[in-house]
């Protein structure tokens, strides 16, 4: 019984372990269980007398050959389940990407400058970051890119991007190749490793580089902060340079003529109101005088074009440097050059006539070092519209009006020809332009490169222009050319043109074909191997000549062409230059071509005529004194005449008319504003007469009337 027991015990066993894992068991693997299953119970019942324990020893149980055969299917798991449950694969994530762009207004060769990226910023462009990621397809990338600049949605010419080089300052610009599907995630993410801007330049137009208002949408992400003088929200990046301007507009402007006009009630309760007795409106006492000059002549201004009626419409002119002149074409088809010049200047100072004043001050009391100091600090303040109204102020003097404003722009032309009172290097004058009158040519100071002393020179040229001022005369024809454009191996060089008197020697010893001596070649030697040229020889000395002339004409001013370029670029006087060549010999004309003669001034002058109503002298006063000033003028030098026009206008530019009044006083007097030479009636002679007009003259280089 036992045996038995056991072997049917041990075949129920085995039956059920067989059913088990063939429930189990694949269709692959279930035909093969079902064979070794088989085989054992054959096995079994053969050697079923030797009895179960028998068994078992001697062949090893199902279980055993089970595991055997599939150990992935019954062996105990240990640690981490081999086949977990199955669940969705989750889809792979981008990692986010912040790329750093730079819109620009147009192609450039290299990075902005810090003065460019200040202009950029105000303008609605420079640098700003966008969030993307790896997975953003060149279409996303543009509607991306105008939400971060406004400007970018108004170019229909495409646009590429750059990235730069390593290092410091400006830096090369290189091209960042779009693939066959444009700009993706993967290629900026590749392009600005290592925190590198991205620079989007459009590829066949200009944008505008003029200042937005400070609520434009290019400006509505950005922090904002009040400003304290003006109380007015400017985005935080622009705020430091709006200070600035800030500072310099409200300083000393309690006569503001925006502030005055505006008839606030509040303003006018708190001070005391006079009429004008030219316009009859009400200003303060403490501004009427003021007003009252300025309203005279405004008055003249506008009975003068009152019959001339303007019909077109201001459309912005963009000039070649980026900068926008904003006038209208009128002028472009006007045959005369010098109305031209007129018609252009009118538009353009009438486009900003309603801007806050610039505010120009001078005190006359002061040293003259610190008298050019003002005007250089003036002219160096960036991003400046000169256009607007000009408020000038001289502090220690009585004068008002735009006498005062004529005198300003006349010692700036008188500067940029004498030199400023300033030690620069180791010298009492610094001359911006050096050589001989018709022949002046920038300094070739690397010192005045690196002050910027030739961009306040190209603002103030701008600046006289803008308001009808002296322009400099005597420029060198080779650097006018190279200035406007022109290569220097085009440009018409003489040895005039150099203003080193040594080096002009030396080169003109290789001029015609006379025999060098051993000295002379010695000199032509060290000359050619200092500015880099081969050595003298029988073939090249020709060749040699002209190109150190050049260099010593215009090789080493290069900088200082460029830098004057760029103070022009900021006024219209270089959109007129570029659009009308016929200009050229008016805004820079050769020595003499803008002095004047006895003869044109005496035509031009008003004389005093017989009135009944005078009882201070008589006719025969009035012309003795109109003969004293009649003979004067007749044998006055160049600069006498030129000081009396200065004294009598308050600068030296010739009017179309000059007025003489017989008047009581001690010393004759001019009334710049309204041109008027005020004369004593007391002189008996000539002698005195001439005496003391000398006296006056001169005194125009030091305010007005300090005699």
Known sequence: MDANDGASGSQSDVMQSARHLLQLLASTGRQQGSDIANQDMREQRQGGHHGGIAYQQERPSVQMEMTRSFPGIFTKSRGKRRFPAANLVPAKKFKPLEVAFYLLPKQFEKTPKEQEQIIHLQAGLGRRTAHLDESTTHEELCDALKVLFPKLGTVTGGWLLYTSSGGWG???????????????????????????????????EELSTNSLPL???????????????CEAAVPLPLLTEHIKSCDVIHVGSDDNLINVDSGDPEESKSADMQECPVCTKMFPTDFIEAHASSCGESAGNEVMHASTVIMEEQAAMPGPSGTCAAVTDGWLTVSDPTKAISQCVDSFLRIHEV????????DIRRSPAEQDMALISFYKRPN????????????????????VTRFFLSTCIEKLKSGFCINFANSNVTRLFEGEPGHLVPS????????????????????????????????????????????????????????????????????????LSEKDTVSVQDLAHAWDFPSLTENNRKWLFEKLLIHAVIGRVTRQIKQLRRGLKET???????????????????????????EVLLQ???????????????????????????????????TELTNLVKFWTGWEILPTSLCVEVVMGRCPTASTCFETLRIPGHYKDYASFKSDILACIYSCQTGFGLV
Not at 218 to 223: D, G, H, K, L, S
Not at 355 to 362: A, F, W, Y
Request: include cysteine; hydrophobic fraction near 35%.
């Open 444 to 515: 070739a100071s690397h010192f005045l490169v690196e002050s910027d002393m030739f961009l306040v020179a190209g603002r103030m040229l701008g600046h006289s222009f803008l308001h009808g001022g002296p322009c400099l005369s005597g420029f060198s024809p080779a650097v006018v050319h190279v200035l406007l454009g022109g290569s220097p191996e085009t440009a018409t060089v003489t040895l005039e043109d150099c203003p080193d008197l040594d080096i002009r020697e030396t080169i003109a010893l290789l001029e015609g074909e006379s025999k």
């Open 604 to 638: 031009r002058i008003t004389w005093p005529r017989e009135d009944e109503d005078d009882e201070d002298y008589s006719v025969d006063t009035k012309c003795r004194m109109s003969g004293y000033l009649r003979q004067f003028i007749a044998n006055a030098t160049l």
């Open 215 to 229: 609520t434009d949408d290019a400006f509505r992400n950005m922090p904002k902060s009040t400003c304290q003088k």
């Open 572 to 598: 219209p006087m270089w959109t007129v230059l570029t659009q009308r060549p016929d200009t050229v010999a008016i805004l820079f004309p050769k020595r003499g071509e803008g002095n004047f003669s006895p």
């Open 384 to 403: 400046v519209e000169w256009g607007r109204p000009l408020n000038c102020r001289l502090e220690g003097d009585t004068a008002i009006g735009q006498g």
């Open 355 to 362: 801007e806050t004043p610039l505010l120009l001050s001078m």
């Open 170 to 204: 400006s830096r090369k610009l290189s091209l960042v190749a779009p693939d066959d599907t444009g700009y993706t995630g993967k290629l900026l993410k590749a392009a600005s490793r290592g925190g590198k801007n991205l620079y989007i330049a459009p590829i066949q």
